[in-house]
């Protein structure tokens, strides 16, 4: 979007009624037929403008998209989001978010698509990535710790999508899956995938790479994942603002982290567990391809799944695949 087109936008926003041809092409010293040009641009990215003779353009609604002309205004962080790349289609945003920081985009540089056409979840798994409904996030991170933290980044990430979307939708019995799920109602709504890029000694980035399912129609999910997997709107009946819940994602995120990189996960840990979905249950685990069996009995201080197997002894695990064999 060219700065006259969020120019023209701005001016349809401050209005209540309608803005005439002629105050635009005065402000932004264009033509008629250019005028008509950013009109047709903004209307093509979902906003809808009413024309009409002699009176000129009026915003009716925007588009319930994460544009950066929707997202920019609403954010109250420092870092996060204020470089931000919005592609309407793409295969990864983790990917695009990898390649800049390769090229040394500063920590809170945001990638955001409105459909995946690659979108990947952990273990090589799918991330499905359908447009005009979702959250596909990646946001690029430089702490400032030692890469043996970097796992609790999908913890921390986790709980920050649980918080942002409490506030939008109250009363969801939001719950977090120990690694990178949130779940609700016993079904997947996000997932984190976090990419390393370090050193022994250091992390040179990290990309935080968030899905989370917003306003995909029930019957949307492809056979595999129905059943298995949910949306806000089912969820809270209501068709949630794209904008508004990726703002408030990104200003927990950057508290969050920030608090982190300070503190660790301690300050975070009695939230986590307290949402924590695997209590108590018997699980497997899958890890580095052999698979263990146990009972959770919670989380450690660094983030650890801590297991009670067969033998009474107590295991923990720093990553890997959780099944549970009957919620
Ligand atoms: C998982 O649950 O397995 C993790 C899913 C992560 C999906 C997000 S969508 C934005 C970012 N880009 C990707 O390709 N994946 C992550």
Redesign the pocket.
């Known amino acids: 979007m060219t700065p006259t087109t969020v120019g023209i936008l701005d001016l349809l926003r401050r209005s209540q009624g309608y803005v005439s041809g002629e105050a635009m092409c005065v402000q932004h010293g264009i033509s008629r037929a250019a005028v008509w040009k950013h009109i047709g641009g903004l209307r093509e990215l979902g906003y809808r403008i009413s024309s009409a003779p002699r009176r000129g353009y009026r915003l009716d609604a925007a588009p319930n998209s994460p544009l950066p002309t929707e997202v920019l205004p609403l954010l109250a962080t420092h870092r996060f989001g204020r470089a931000y790349h919005f592609l309407r289609r793409t295969d990864?945003?983790?990917?695009v978010a990898g390649e800049l920081a390769e090229a040394g985009a500063a920590e809170g540089t945001t990638v955001v698509?409105d459909t995946?056409t690659?979108?990947?979840?952990?273990?090589g798994?799918e991330?499905f990535?359908p447009p005009g409904v979702n959250l596909?996030?990646?946001i690029i991170l430089r702490p400032r710790v030692q890469p043996v933290r970097a796992p609790q980044l999908a913890l921390v990430a986790g709980l920050c999508v649980v918080r942002a979307v409490r506030c939008l939708c109250p009363g969801l019995p939001l719950r977090l899956k120990w690694p990178?799920?949130v779940y609700c109602d016993r079904r997947?709504l996000?997932?984190?995938?976090c990419d390393l890029s370090a050193d022994m000694d250091e992390i040179r980035h990290l990309i935080l790479?968030?899905?989370v399912n917003v306003n995909l129609p029930p019957t949307g999910f492809p056979g595999g994942l129905a059943g298995a997997a949910v949306t806000l709107q089912e969820m809270a009946g209501i068709e949630v603002s794209r904008p508004q819940l990726l703002a408030g994602l990104l200003a927990e995120l950057e508290q969050a982290v920030e608090l982190w990189v300070d503190e660790g996960l301690g300050p975070l840990l009695d939230e986590w567990r307290h949402l924590s979905i695997l209590e108590g249950r018997e699980v497997r685990v899958h890890v580095l391809g052999q698979e263990l069996t146990g009972t959770v009995t919670g989380l450690s201080r660094e983030g650890a799944l801590r297991l009670r197997t067969a033998t009474g002894k107590v295991r923990e695990v720093l990553s890997g695949d959780v099944t549970v064999a009957e919620w």
């Open positions: 990864s945003t983790n990917r698509a995946q690659a979108g990947r979840g952990r273990l798994r991330w990535s596909y996030v990646s990178n799920d997947k996000a997932g984190v995938l790479g968030i899905g």
